[in-house]
């Protein structure tokens, strides 16, 4: 493990936004609930139990991220903060202006507190490939998929924040990084996403905070 990244932020949390990816489904926790890649990811970075705050919920698109969950964020001023959805976004559709404004306003959100933010590529789950949808719509959701990572990394840089390219986590293609369902990633996805972005963040987290 890397060192803890209280030095320049003690006792500031990480806090988790984002869908049921981010929130952990298919990586059970004995005591309860799910561990997931955050979970795997604070324990990398040192971050203990009751500092993890993950606010991730199922179905939530950045639209809901940022008006259900970052109203629970605003107070908490993190150290970290996690960004992991846009799948819900490519499977219903969205505005790129909107997607952009909503990116925006977490990734200000964040530079405002002090806090580092990384956001997760969104992947192309083996879901696409299995399901009965039609070949335009599998298209379409790959373009979205496609056009929201764009606007993940456009968004980001543009507010000085890390945004890891789809080749960082280029291992997340391997179906078996992936559930029985296809669209959620099992214990070994899990595992593989917190080890690289730890990676990312034990770096950017010994960077001096506002």
């Not at 990244?5 to 990816?21: K, N, W, Y």
């Not at 819900?88 to 952009?100: K, M, P, R, S």
């Not at 083996?126 to 998929?145: D, G, H």
Request: glycine content about 10%.
């Amino acid at each position: 493990m890397g060192g803890r990244p209280e030095a320049g932020g003690a006792g500031r949390p990480m806090v988790v936004l984002g869908d049921s990816v981010a929130e952990g489904w298919h990586d059970p926790d004995p005591t309860g609930g799910w561990i997931g890649w955050a979970g795997r990811l604070a324990r990398h970075l040192d971050f203990p139990r009751d500092r993890l705050r993950n606010l991730a919920e199922p179905g939530a698109t950045i639209e809901h991220v940022v008006r259900g969950q970052l109203p629970q964020a605003r107070d908490l001023h993190p150290r970290l903060v996690m960004l992991g959805c846009g799948m819900n976004d490519a499977l219903n559709g969205f505005e790129v202006a909107d997607v952009a404004v909503r990116l925006a306003e977490v990734f200000g959100w964040a530079r405002e507190t002090g806090a580092v933010a990384i956001a997760i590529p969104v992947p192309r789950p083996p879901f696409l490939e299995r399901s009965p949808m039609s070949q335009f719509r599998r298209k379409r959701v790959v373009q979205r998929i496609a056009d929201f990572n764009a606007e993940l990394d456009r968004v980001s840089r543009a507010s000085g924040m890390t945004f890891p390219t789809r080749e960082s986590v280029s291992k997340v293609s391997d179906p078996s990084m992936w559930s029985a369902d296809g669209i959620h990633l099992n214990v070994a996805g899990h595992s593989y996403v917190a080890e690289v972005v730890a990676h990312i963040a034990r770096d950017l987290l010994k960077e001096p905070t506002v």
